[in-house]
């Protein structure tokens, strides 16, 4: 490679010239669709495996684009976490999600909803507040609401973590660990966090199947077990991984097997069906 002269350095790359500009449109988008109500939260039933009655959901949000059509959160997330927009999308999904679960409960009392949380919303001094006033504005029981955050974003800061997860718990509210299993190099801190429900990631159900697997998922099972912590295994997809699950006395499932995410007016239309029974 020649060395960096200026005229080197300072060239026009097209290529790059339009990645930077790609990106930026991609910035102004998502700030755009903020503002425009793009913005919209589906729901995954989670189960009970012992009669697979829906007994609460978890919020997760999706982009309508107007020319993309409906966008997964792996297509903007990590993007609006880095532009500094995830607590503003964040909250604006736990104020949606509770309205919505505040309605669900009158019909199905005792129904659970499940809203997950990002690194930056946890860092968030407000956040406590934040809870507290959506609560009160929505009338949804603080009992009914579980926050669900990964190892990863809580281990950022142990100490801090269990702070304020302490107080979220004050608030009564409970606390899951996502995609639980996943980060085993956090197992010794699991003490350490006031957590209330395990989430078994998918990976482990989903291994269940190959000679492994089995010991895998029970291993997880057995270490929630241990801390006290319930769990709800997620991905369950076909009817094989669900009977499994209920040979290792899991009490709770979420996966394609019983419902997908689905728009709020399909899951009260589900719970109709359901209460009709
Ligand atoms: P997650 O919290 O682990 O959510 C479960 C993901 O697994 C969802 O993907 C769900 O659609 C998918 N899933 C459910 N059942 C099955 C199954 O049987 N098989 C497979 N292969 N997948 C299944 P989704 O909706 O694309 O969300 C991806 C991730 O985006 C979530 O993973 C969560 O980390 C994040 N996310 C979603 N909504 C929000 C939100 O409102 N706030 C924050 N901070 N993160 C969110
Ligand atoms: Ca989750
Ligand atoms: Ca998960
Ligand atoms: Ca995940």
Not at 70 to 81: K, Q, W
Not at 163 to 168: E, F, N, T, Y
């Amino acid at each position: 490679a020649k060395a960096d002269g200026k005229g080197v350095a300072r060239r026009f790359d097209p290529a790059q010239f339009a990645e930077a500009e790609a990106r930026r449109r991609e910035e102004n988008d998502l700030r755009r669709a903020l503002d425009a109500g793009e913005f919209e939260v589906h729901y995954q039933p989670i189960v009970h495996l012992n009669g697979e009655r829906t007994v609460g959901v978890e919020a997760l949000v999706r982009w309508n684009h107007p020319e993309r059509g409906l966008l997964p959160p792996a297509a903007f997330l990590d993007l609006a976490e880095s532009l500094g927009l995830l607590p503003r999308l964040g909250g604006w999904v736990l104020e949606q999600a509770c309205r919505q679960a505040a309605i669900w409960q009158a019909q199905e009392p005792g129904f659970e909803l499940n809203v997950n949380l990002s690194a930056s919303q946890l860092g968030n001094p407000d956040l406590i507040d934040e809870v507290r006033d959506i609560l009160d504005r929505t009338g949804l029981p603080p009992s009914l609401l579980v926050l669900e955050l990964t190892e990863s974003v809580a281990l950022v800061d142990l100490i801090e973590s269990a702070r304020v997860l302490g107080a979220l718990k004050s608030l009564g509210v409970r606390i899951a660990l996502d995609d639980f299993g996943t980060g085993f190099s956090s197992l010794s801190h699991l003490g350490a966090l006031p957590v209330d429900v395990v989430k078994i990631d998918k990976s482990f159900v989903q291994a269940m199947q190959e000679s492994n697997g089995a010991s895998v998922a029970e291993a997880v099972l057995q270490i929630a077990r241990t801390f006290n912590l319930a769990p709800v295994a997620e991905g369950v997809e076909d009817a094989e991984q669900a009977s499994r699950l209920r040979e290792l006395n899991c009490a709770q499932a979420q996966g394609y097997h019983f419902a997908k995410p689905m728009p709020a007016g399909d899951l009260t239309a589900l719970l109709h069906r359901q209460s009709a029974l």
